[in-house]
């Protein structure tokens, strides 16, 4: 019998009956790869008959008043901004999927959190990219002391398995996920199927043994290896770590958490004896800012529980083309026509004609109302060509009838807004409940974009 083909995407997972250049599911285009489907059927055989996978263990069915439900058991890693992105630390027996571009730190952090981890536990580091050498001498450059941290350098599967049985770690981290591979299996390592097998297996652990499991995994632009992004319904948490390779900083955030919040973001510098975690990343994002520059305003998003300033940049210039070009980086892209569209119509400034380029600083992305009106600063700042004052900062969401409304949590975002020097905020007029300004910070209340133009620009 002629043997069918199936194919893949190697973002999202997806699979089709035949090629196509374009994922219809996930969008992303040059991801579909070839799968022969025999091998993934006798990738399911082996997994089923294979020792790494447990035996069905005779469950029954439970009542739901008869479950005891124990508190998940937690605990830090050392790091409050790794610790906070988990939802409060590690829980015991997870398995966390730490996603990231190449180069972008995900060992580094793994080998740091080490430090603390070994003082109460057993861990073991497996790397497929680097000799037990090269780990070594990377921790030695990071301190990382490691009383009780095991070293193995390795790919196969079934070893790393009969490892972990051997050592009966209490965490176990694995770098990568796309360098495992199962040899019953006909594919190659850091294919679709080798690394869904691997991150079975190894949930099969965690959650069999109670082992705490780190798996890093590359984000790969041009889909030549399977991504996170096809592990992400099997594990308990996915963490990206993100950030641009000209700038020290990088952000961690959680894509899901099956033990926590995913709005809760973590900042940290790399340097040269490896990361340190930024506990101000208002700071952080607000350093090299312009002064007296058209097309820049500032604004305070809730990140989590935790308020942060965010510069949100806009550059106005007339369009040489038919229709003008819009970019969004860092700000969602139907939103800012929106706001373009509410500019134009409600505040009275002919911004159609021109092209518009967005960004916001520090790689954030403001996925809230709230800073709906630096951005109409900022585009009106940039298409009157005159700056803000530098000692404000806007806060507010913008309707379509160009009105203001109010936002929630904002006498926390206000302290932020005062804490870090700024001596003016622009709010909505209406701020549902009395507020109370913290000391130094003047309140400007305006009821719509074209009261707050007039104040400002
Ligand atoms: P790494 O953790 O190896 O990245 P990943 O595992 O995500 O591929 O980090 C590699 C980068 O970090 C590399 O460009 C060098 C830089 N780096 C520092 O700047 N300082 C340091 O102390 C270390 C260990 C790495
Ligand atoms: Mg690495």
Known sequence: MKSKTLFYCTE??????????????????????????EAKKKGIQNLSNSSIIRKGNG???????????????????????????????AVKGSLVLVGGAPGIGKSTLMLQICDH??????????????????????????QVRGDGMYLLAETNLEDVIESVNELHPDILIVDSIQTLYNGDLSTAPGSIGQVKDCTMALMQLAKGQGITI?????????????GPKVLEHMVDCVLYFEGEQQNSYRILRAAKNRFGATNEIGVFEMGDSG??????????????????????CVTC?????????????ALLAPTSFNVPRRTANGFDFNRTNLLLAVL??????????????????????????????????????????KPVPGNLAAIGEVGLTGELRSVNALSQRLSEVRRLGFTKCLIPARTGGKLDPPHGLQLIQVHNIREALATIV
């Not at 739901?64 to 992105?85: H, K, P």
């Not at 989590?304 to 940049?313: C, D, H, M, S, T």
Request: with cysteine; hydrophobic share 40%; glycine share 10%.
């Open 12 to 37: 999202c997972g997806n699979e089709l009956p035949k090629w196509a250049g374009q994922c219809p599911v996930c969008k992303a285009w040059n991801t579909i790869v070839e799968q022969p489907s």
């Open 59 to 89: 469950n029954r069915p439970s009542p739901i008043q008869e479950v005891e439900t124990t508190q998940e058991l937690r605990f830090e890693t050392g790091m409050s901004e790794l610790d906070r992105v988990l939802g409060g630390g």
């Open 117 to 142: 981890l070994c003082r109460f536990a057993k861990v073991l580091y497996v790397s497929g990219e680097e000799s037990e050498r090269q780990i070594k001498l990377r921790a030695e450059r990071l």
């Open 214 to 226: 780190f798996v890093i995994g590359h984000v790969n632009k041009e889909g030549s290896i399977a």
């Open 275 to 296: 990361l340190s975690e930024v506990p101000n990343p208002s700071e952080m994002l607000l350093s090299g800012r312009p002064q007296d520059t058209p097309g820049t």
């Open 301 to 313: 998003v809730m990140e989590g529980i935790r308020p942060v300033l965010a510069e949100v940049q």
């Open 344 to 385: 134009e119509k409600r505040g009275g400034l002919m911004v159609s004609s021109c092209d518009a380029y967005i960004n916001v600083i520090g790689g954030l992305f403001l996925d809230e109302p709230a800073a709906d009106l630096a951005m109409i600063i900022a585009l009106a700042s940039s298409f009157r060509d």
